[in-house]
């Protein structure tokens, strides 16, 4: 997944991740395959949660100096957060999965329900495809 983010020129200014020892390996397997400096991954004990009002609200006080944030979490607090943010999106998130949305915001604080337009969802079932 890490290779295909960079392959496809996906970048983050930050990455957030769920304290969960599997969550803290995939994210440093992703920095990895991203040359993204795994000494810049915050984890955070809020994350490790399966409530999507958890992430929301940590996810309303990220620094505003950051545009493009991974977040590393857990289901079914992200599958429900994607299809709260975007109507196009509710589906369940496999496990490994990666989805990115264009957030009609210009501070987190604004994060809101309906507020995203889905730029790509990717799987490990459909990494090769155009899907």
């Given at each position: 997944?890490?290779?295909w983010?960079?392959?496809?020129?996906?970048?983050?200014?930050?990455?957030?991740?769920?304290?969960?020892?599997?969550?803290?390996?995939?994210?440093?397997?992703?920095?990895?395959?991203?040359?993204?400096?795994?000494?810049?991954?915050?984890?955070?004990?809020?994350?490790?949660?399966?409530?999507?009002?958890?992430?929301?609200?940590?996810?309303?006080?990220?620094?505003?100096r950051?545009?493009?944030?991974?977040?590393i979490?857990?289901?079914?607090?992200?599958s429900?957060?994607?299809?709260y943010?975007?109507?196009?999106?509710?589906?369940?998130?496999?496990?490994?999965?990666?989805?990115?949305?264009?957030?009609?915001?210009?501070?987190?604080?604004?994060?809101?329900?309906?507020?995203?337009?889905?730029?790509?969802?990717?799987?490990?079932?459909?990494?090769?495809?155009?899907e």
């Amino acid at each position: 997944m890490g290779q295909w983010l960079k392959t496809n020129q996906v970048t983050f200014d930050q990455v957030y991740c769920s304290a969960a020892q599997r969550a803290m390996e995939t994210a440093k397997t992703l920095c990895l395959a991203m040359d993204y400096p795994k000494h810049k991954i915050i984890t955070k004990l809020e994350l490790y949660d399966f409530d999507m009002n958890s992430i929301y609200h940590y996810i309303e006080a990220i620094d505003d100096r950051y545009h493009n944030v991974a977040i590393i979490g857990h289901n079914p607090a992200l599958s429900d957060l994607s299809a709260y943010l975007c109507s196009s999106f509710a589906r369940n998130l496999p496990t490994c999965s990666i989805i990115q949305f264009d957030l009609d915001i210009s501070e987190w604080v604004q994060i809101s329900a309906l507020c995203a337009k889905l730029s790509f969802f990717k799987h490990p079932g459909n990494l090769l495809t155009n899907e």
